[in-house]
């Protein structure tokens, strides 16, 4: 018979990211992307590290967009970006990234993390993952229907056509 344990909590901690953590995020977002590679035919610059383009858009203090950094027991997991669609969506927050490191997942710090980002901001939430993604597939449909105070709405074939939307309210708490 196997022994298999499942790791105890941890404490989780979500902190909005300042200018002095954008080096640190900027790390977080290589494995993230190398990660995001296997779903996405990301490429590797001249220099050995992905780009990515919209890092400066979250620390030139836009109320559309956040960056946040997030702790398991007292130490870096994970990160989030989360930016708000103050045009299109009526005012609708979306994940643009969130990464938890793998030592930290299917821990329930992802899951932890997600509920603290969306009580930032109770309303509206929109995001989307590729159908490969599983870690991604795992957590996103259990995260959206426990935080909903509704119905998730979900659209399958978002752009791109192997990604699945959802849609959901977050109530005050």
């Known amino acids: 018979m ?10 989780v901690r979500l902190t909005a990211a300042g200018s002095d953590d954008k080096p ?3 790390n977080l977002l290589q494995l993230y992307l ?3 590679s296997e779903f996405q035919p990301l490429e590797l610059s001249a220099h050995g590290t992905f780009d990515y383009r919209w890092l400066d858009s979250y620390f030139i203090g836009s109320d559309d967009r956040e960056a946040y950094l997030i702790t398991a027991a007292g130490r870096t997991a994970d990160f989030a970006l989360a930016r708000c669609d103050v045009e299109g ?7 643009s990234e969130f ?8 821990r329930g ?3 932890e993390a997600a509920r603290l980002l969306f009580q930032c901001h109770p309303g509206t939430w ?3 993952y590729f159908h490969d993604n599983a870690p991604a597939a795992r957590l996103w449909p259990g995260v959206a229907d426990a935080e909903s105070d509704g119905p998730v709405g979900r659209g399958e074939g978002q752009p791109p056509a192997d990604s ?3 849609r959901f309210h977050v109530p005050a708490r």
Do not use: K, M, Q
Request: aromatic fraction near 10%; hydrophobic fraction near 40%.
């Open 34 to 36: 190398h990660d995001f």
């Open 24 to 26: 640190v995020l900027a």
């Open 89 to 95: 969506d009526e005012g609708a927050w979306n994940i």
């Open 109 to 111: 710090v992802g899951r």
């Open 99 to 106: 990464f938890v490191a793998r030592r930290y997942r299917r």
């Open 2 to 11: 196997n022994d298999v344990r499942t790791p105890a909590p941890v404490e």
């Open 126 to 128: 929109t995001l989307s």
């Open 164 to 166: 699945t939307g959802l």
